[in-house]
């Protein structure tokens, strides 16, 4: 099966700063990358998500990455600000299972 | 809409106590599953139901059952709690299909078995 590791836990950023968070999968068949955000308390939502076929997408502050070829995606955040303070989740999914595989999640610090 | 509800909230529980967690949405989707959280571990599947009427082991369905009711409700059972089983819960639906794969998640249940 599917097999997605995230990295790092965690992230302490400057008001303002760019995040990166990385995650790589095991399973080439995978065509579905979704991340999701986790405030404090909160369920998990879906923030963006890219496909095999797009190696990149953006949604103003926010973009992801995709490398097949390597396997690995990115989750960009741009002039971060505190309520992106949060735990963020990357999944794959696709292939022969639409179940998603979750990461184990980064803790996002933006200190103000 | 009320999306995914899931009730309790908060449950405490002693050691060899049973309980179910209930889980509705209604988005009319067809998959339904259960997660537990615990920290540094991320979101691991216990169970799922593809369709009404189906249901299959995750990845740490051992100590659980599930009951899809309908198309809106699958159930999660502890039969005999164990300390181990203290977690957040999640139940979360989807449509299935080649092109449709979000995930909607509930509030979740806190849970603490002594």
């Known amino acids: 099966g599917e097999n997605v590791e995230q990295h790092p836990s965690t992230l302490s950023v400057q008001e303002g700063d760019s995040a990166v968070i990385k995650c790589t999968y095991s399973?080439?068949?995978?065509?579905?990358f979704p991340w999701y955000k986790q405030e404090l308390g909160k369920r998990p939502q879906l923030i963006i998500d890219?496909?095999?076929?797009?190696g990149e997408k953006k949604d103003q502050r926010i973009a992801v990455t995709l490398n097949k070829t390597a396997k690995h995606f990115s989750l960009h955040i741009t002039e971060t600000q505190p309520e992106d303070s949060a735990v963020y989740f990357c999944a794959g999914a696709g292939g022969g299972s639409y179940i998603p595989t979750f990461g184990r999640g980064t803790s996002l610090i933006v200190h103000p | 809409n009320a999306g995914v509800t899931q009730t309790p909230k908060f449950q405490v529980l002693k050691t060899g106590q049973s309980m179910t967690l209930q889980c509705a949405q209604d988005m009319n989707h067809n998959s339904m599953y259960w997660y537990r959280q615990d920290p540094g571990m991320g979101l691991r599947l216990i169970y799922y139901s593809a369709s009404e009427g189906t249901t299959d082991k995750g990845e740490v369905p051992n100590g659980y059952n599930v009951s899809r009711l309908n198309k809106r409700e699958f159930s999660l059972r502890l039969e005999s709690a164990a300390p181990s089983q203290t977690s957040v819960y999640f139940c979360a639906s989807s449509e299935a299909g080649q092109h449709r794969y979000e995930q909607y998640f509930g509030p979740g249940t806190r849970l603490t078995v002594t």
């Open positions: 890219i496909r095999s076929n797009v």
């Open positions: 399973d080439s068949a995978s065509n579905y």
